[in-house]
């Protein structure tokens, strides 16, 4: 069980029971968090967030005075931040970027793009030198960090990571291709294009002593890439993938262990700009999925309560196999005049409506006891949650959304 904050636990019971499911954000927890997160970091390394994690205006417009910019992986993340949140610099990168959304990036004035494959630089090169007639004349270059599949030191891995590097991978340039792609940069040929650094996101879900082993061995890398070639390369994005530990709410990524490497990385690579982008561990904690209990059933000896909802809403758990946590916020009513189902204390898996054995949130919760009628509040449903889920499956109404932000106090 994890219980919520009390305004967060106020403001779910207080809304009416046809809001429900809802998604709630804490907007006041995002802004503490994120401002002690940036605190955390030495000043000269540059906090950008990936929008994927959770793309929610609101949430975006909250963060932006705490980060120096966005990581945007679409056309659709492109336009949607720059609408969002106008004026924030933002870094456009992923696999797969189409010729037109290469144009849209360029059209926007993007600070930096990060270049996923040698066709893709030609493109980028190509779409720069022909810029359509109407567009804006370009002020600078536009800055391109390589990203490279490089590999990360086994022993660096736990167990619960997933690498997405130093393997046979969709993403970034193998580092075989490194040379090329220098060249095309620094040979003259394309003067719309500066190289400006590398980009490496490595893994997902590491502790801060892993990630900042990996930040220092990306920062050496890319040292050695550019003695190799003679070139500078002055940025070094280490992307994010700080670990949300899903089983434990409490245990949060050791930011300040953190800071204190990249301070040391930054001393052993002085000219050297460091970026950072993290997405889930930025704005997981802020967000609750709220529902109801529908149902509570026991069958053959184990306790379900059906809620509202499901994993249509919040697929994070069915797609990580973990167990959301969650909070039963006891409700006294009970409108019938018929016995209300429940179960006492004990074990109880909380499952959705969707007609799969799929749809379970939390499996064996334990709890002092739970009814149909009481609501569930599930934490850590700010980031990956709504925005990946598969709302329409079933037909289900989507949830409501709130946002919780309190008055600043004034000083
Ligand atoms: C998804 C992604 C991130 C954010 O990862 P988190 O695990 O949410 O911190 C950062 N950079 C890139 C390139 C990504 O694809």
């Given at each position: 069980m994890t219980e919520p904050e009390p305004r967060v636990r106020e403001f779910v019971r207080a809304l009416p029971a046809d809001a429900l499911p809802a998604y709630v954000y804490d907007l006041t927890a995002l802004s503490a968090h994120a401002a002690a997160v940036r605190a955390a970091l030495p000043p000269h390394v540059e906090l950008y967030y990936a929008a994927k994690a959770n793309p929610e205006p609101r949430i975006l417009a909250a963060l932006a005075p705490h980060t120096d910019g966005f990581e945007v992986a679409s056309g659709g993340e492109l336009a949607h931040v720059a609408k969002a949140v106008p004026g924030h610099p933002l870094a456009f990168g992923g696999p797969g970027k189409t010729p037109t959304e290469i144009a849209a990036a360029l059209d926007r004035g993007v600070r930096r793009c990060h270049v996923e494959s040698l066709h893709e630089l030609r493109t980028l090169a190509h779409l720069a030198a022909h810029p359509p007639r109407s567009a804006p004349a370009r002020a600078r270059p536009v800055g391109v960090l390589l990203r490279f599949n490089l590999a990360v030191p086994g022993e660096l891995l736990s167990s619960g990571a997933l690498a997405m590097a130093g393997r046979p991978a969709p993403f970034g340039l193998d580092p075989a291709e490194a040379g090329t792609a220098v060249r095309m940069l620094t040979d003259g040929s394309c003067p719309q294009l500066e190289l400006v650094g590398v980009h490496a996101h490595l893994a997902s879900g590491l502790a801060a002593t892993e990630l900042a082993a990996v930040a220092m061995a990306v920062a050496d890398w890319t040292a050695a890439l550019g003695r190799r070639y003679g070139v500078t390369l002055r940025e070094v994005n280490v992307g994010g993938g700080m670990r949300v530990d899903y089983a434990d709410p409490?245990?949060?990524?050791d930011w300040a262990g953190y800071g204190a490497a990249l301070a040391r990385v930054a001393h052993a690579h002085p000219d050297v700009l460091l970026r950072v982008e993290p997405g889930r561990a930025l704005t997981a904690y802020c967000g609750w999925y709220a529902t109801e209990v529908l149902d509570v059933k026991h069958s053959h000896g184990e306790e379900f309560a059906v809620v509202r909802g499901g994993t249509h809403h919040l697929r994070t758990p069915a797609t990580r196999g973990h167990d959301q946590p969650c909070a039963v916020l006891p409700v006294a009513d009970w409108p019938y005049p018929w016995p209300r189902p429940g179960t006492g204390a004990g074990a109880v898996t909380f499952a959705g409506q969707l007609c799969t054995p799929k749809d379970v949130l939390a499996r064996g919760v334990p709890v002092g006891g739970v009814r149909a009628g009481d609501r569930v509040a599930f934490a850590l449903a700010g980031a990956y949650a709504w925005n990946i889920s598969h709302h329409d499956f079933l037909m289900h109404p989507h949830p409501t959304v709130h946002f919780i932000a309190e008055a600043r106090a004034r000083a």
């Open positions: 409490a245990a949060r990524f």
